[in-house]
């Protein structure tokens, strides 16, 4: 068993044994060939041409030929691994995790994560429309500018004024007095309400 | 007549949940056992066959059958059991050394507790075991991508286009990567091959 021994395929090794064989010196470069072609020839795999060169090859080659052999050994000691069988559970842990998937959502549903955001952002959509739709503030003209220039130090003393103490001791004025000079007011001008 | 592999994917990409119950029924003993000759223990491969099927169910929408099913199906088997192996690899190196020793878990699944019951030859029986144990742990020997296109090559049957698809390599380097594969074990299983040659 000197395949064994060597533990590698050598080339060298192949040359060497193809000599003691009586073979030509070319055995070192066809028996590095024929390396990759050693598995397809041991399963079967090998087009017809490629089988006769490798048989061609195995009949001057010893080396080659004690490979082929061990490989085939080999081949059949794995053999010998047995199968295992899936656990009883295990389709139903797959099914259990195919039930978990989430469904495929539509392209829309994009847009709707929940029913929450939705709400939402249709509220703020309604907002933004009425914004855009309230008629813009009236522009004041020049006339009511002056009198707001005009009112305007008044409206700056306001704070003064609101709290100025000789006004409120002021006497207030009765409601009846009020009346009497709003019934008055009527009586002396009966044209306003025409 | 059975439906093609591709057919009843399609038919799950039409919403046919029947049809994904024919792909796990089919794939479902390939897959776990090349997971298991992978990571080397049982429950992580089911697991992690739990996970190639939820990959494919995800994928259905965008199935289009462009190439063989079963080469799509180990691809993702084999990327998973490649991460898992190497996680697995540094989770290892973080265990003390200290760490008591346990009994492999292939050795527990597949064990009787009576052997003498099932096995009136005790003797026969421990050298069988001893036979298998040495096969497999001349397999887990094997770096992970070698392991791979063996497992693939030699149990599933897969053809070389096929397990190179699966490998990301080409057909000449996965013929490279079985040659040198075949060598370690014809190294490794020296004595057995030996009494194969008697």
Redesign the interface.
Known sequence: ?T??KT???NPGAAGKAAEEAGSEGKEDMSCGRM??????Y??G?LKEGERLEMEKHLSTCAVCQL?V???R??????D????????AA??V??WA??AA?PA?QSWWAWFAPSPRVAFAASMLVLAMMWLGSRPPEPSLNASEVETINQNMQVLENYDVISDFAPLSELPQPAQGDDIDDANQNQSTNPNQQM | MARSDVQLMLDVKAGDEQSFALLLHRYRSPLINFLYRMVRNREQAEDLAQEVFIRVYRAREDYVPSAKFTTWLFRIATNLALNSVRDNRYQRMEISLDAPVTTDAEDGDEKTMDVAEKHPNIEQHLIEEARRKMIRQAIEKLPEKQRAAVLLHKYQELDYGEISKILECSESALKSLLFRAYETLRVELAPLVAQQGK
């Open positions: 068993m395949g064994l533990g590698h395929y390396e990759k072609k050693i598995m397809g041991v399963d795999r490979r052999n061990e490989f050994a080999v081949d059949v000691l794995l010998e691994v047995p199968m295992i069988e899936p656990s295990f389709d842990r797959v995790r195919v998937e495929k």
